[in-house]
């Protein structure tokens, strides 16, 4: 099992904090959710009494996110999470919610698989630039979702600088002009 695979091991200390195994240092919260945006699984284990805390964390990362103002579930999925506790059994919630998470995680990877595949629009100048900047709008809308797609690798990262950015947008505008000639 390659390292990207296996669960990244965060031990909690008595004194609450979080210590990456791998990396032989203290992370937060933050740190760990930037893990899992970054397509890393993460496991959280107690150091005194082995209890995976795994699920307690990420609950309260959300609960995080979401006191700062970053809804990430509407409120309407909230009454139905909480609905769900309610029922005896945990009702059918969990197992729709995962399935629809892999759902959308297949369905990003055949979007890529076919953005990938050889079409005539990937001779055209700038279509390297709208096909980065599709894979970082996927990310951003679906929040950096782990799955076989975690967003452009690091050579296609989305523009860092505002030569970059001033690049793509000249790069379009050439696009957009070729394709209105087209019509």
């Given at each position: 099992?390659?390292?990207?695979?296996?669960?990244?091991?965060?031990?909690?200390?008595?004194?609450?904090?979080?210590?990456?195994?791998?990396?032989?240092?203290?992370?937060?919260?933050?740190?760990?959710?930037?893990?899992?945006?970054?397509?890393?699984?993460?496991?959280?284990?107690?150091?005194?009494?082995?209890?995976?805390?795994?699920?307690?964390?990420?609950?309260?990362?959300?609960?995080?996110?979401?006191?700062?103002?970053?809804?990430?579930?509407?409120?309407?999925?909230?009454?139905?999470?909480?609905?769900?506790?309610?029922?005896?059994?945990?009702?059918?919630?969990?197992?729709?919610?995962?399935?629809?998470?892999?759902?959308?995680?297949?369905?990003?990877?055949?979007?890529?698989?076919?953005?990938?595949?050889?079409?005539?629009?990937?001779?055209?100048?700038?279509?390297?630039?709208?096909?980065?900047?599709?894979?970082?709008?996927?990310?951003?809308?679906?929040?950096?979702?782990?799955?076989?797609?975690?967003?452009?690798?690091?050579?296609?990262?989305?523009?860092?600088?505002?030569?970059?950015?001033?690049?793509?947008?000249?790069?379009?505008?050439?696009?957009?002009?070729?394709?209105?000639?087209?019509n």
């Amino acid at each position: 099992m390659s390292e990207q695979e296996k669960p990244l091991l965060i031990k909690r200390y008595a004194s609450r904090r979080l210590y990456n195994t791998e990396t032989s240092d203290y992370v937060t919260l933050e740190d760990i959710a930037a893990f899992i945006r970054d397509g890393r699984e993460v496991q959280i284990i107690d150091l005194k009494t082995g209890d995976d805390l795994t699920r307690q964390y990420l609950l309260q990362i959300i609960a995080e996110h979401e006191s700062r103002g970053e809804n990430v579930l509407p409120v309407n999925v909230l009454n139905d999470l909480v609905r769900s506790y309610m029922i005896p059994g945990g009702g059918m919630m969990p197992q729709f919610l995962q399935s629809s998470f892999e759902m959308l995680r297949e369905s990003q990877s055949k979007m890529m698989e076919n953005m990938n595949a050889m079409n005539p629009m990937s001779q055209m100048p700038g279509f390297e630039a709208m096909k980065a900047q599709q894979q970082a709008f996927l990310k951003a809308m679906t929040g950096g979702l782990s799955g076989a797609w975690s967003g452009p690798d690091k050579e296609g990262d989305a523009p860092e600088s505002k030569e970059d950015l001033d690049d793509i947008k000249k790069q379009l505008a050439e696009l957009q002009q070729k394709l209105s000639k087209l019509n």
